[in-house]
């Protein structure tokens, strides 16, 4: 099964930190150094997991986290700043609330950040597989 993960970042060494730590896995990186494209490619692709940056080229990854909040097909997937909650002027607290998964540092590489990662993949599939057990066909 191919992993997709869509990145929200105009930094080209943010996204190859992630290419590099999923080199070794079937994993569809998907980028998208806009707000606006980072949000119609989530909507055609699904990703399993949105890494975003804090800045993006027309806007932050704060406001695709409510845009891809507010849409119910989109709002299960796992979403993660790249940054830490403190570069983003948050607390631990404040980004549960909105539904922030996890921070993932700028120093995350290699094997740290492919399990920071897939540990939100992993908990969303469990869940998407649940759901898919439960809905009658």
């Known amino acids: 099964m191919t992993l997709r993960t869509l990145i929200a970042s105009k930094n ?20 998208a150094p806009t707000l606006s494209l980072a949000l119609y490619l989530a909507r055609k692709n699904f990703p399993d997991v949105i890494l975003s940056d804090l800045e993006l080229i027309d806007g932050s990854g704060l406001q695709l986290l409510f ?9 299960t997937i796992p979403f993660a700043l ?4 403190a570069e983003a002027g948050l607390d631990e607290a404040q980004a549960e609330k909105l539904g922030i998964a996890a921070g993932i540092g700028s120093d995350a590489e290699g094997r740290e950040l492919y399990e920071k990662v897939m540990k939100l993949i992993r908990g969303y ?8 057990e439960e809905t009658p066909e």
């Open 12 to 31: 080209d060494a943010t996204v190859k930190r992630l290419k590099n730590a999923f080199a070794d896995v079937d994993c569809e990186v998907i980028r």
């Open 67 to 75: 845009e891809v909040r507010a849409e119910a097909e989109l709002q």
């Open 82 to 85: 790249m940054s830490t909650f």
């Open 125 to 132: 599939l469990a869940i998407k597989e649940q759901r898919s």
